[in-house]
């Protein structure tokens, strides 16, 4: 949750450094879209890096599987938790619709409350 709302903070922050340079929406929808959805497959990729790493603790004579008295309680904990982990994979083809449309979202809220600001600037 927290993530979310840094990762929004972050946005509007580069929302408004982008329109002082006179960019307009549609090129940072697209931008922060592509951005967000570049920076969640990279986390995707890291976590799949410290899946494998966690594999090869397991594997102790290191031939590259797990042979009888390699596989333990824990290695079928780990392996059931990666076998039911399925929405990485549904990320990688669903993931840049659901950044596009967060994107604009972010957008959105900044148009509005600049909006706001310019017809009432008491605030």
Known sequence: MYFLIGISILLLLSISWLRKKKIGYFKIIAISSISLYLISILALQ???YVDKQEFRKFDLNKNGKIDGNEYTYEYE?????????NGTNQFYLLGYPFCLVYSIIIVLIF???TKILTLNPKF
Request: proline share 0%; aromatic share 20%.
């Open 46 to 48: 890291y976590f799949d």
């Open 111 to 113: 148009y509005i409350i």
């Open 77 to 85: 904990q780990i392996e059931l938790d990666i076998i039911n982990e």
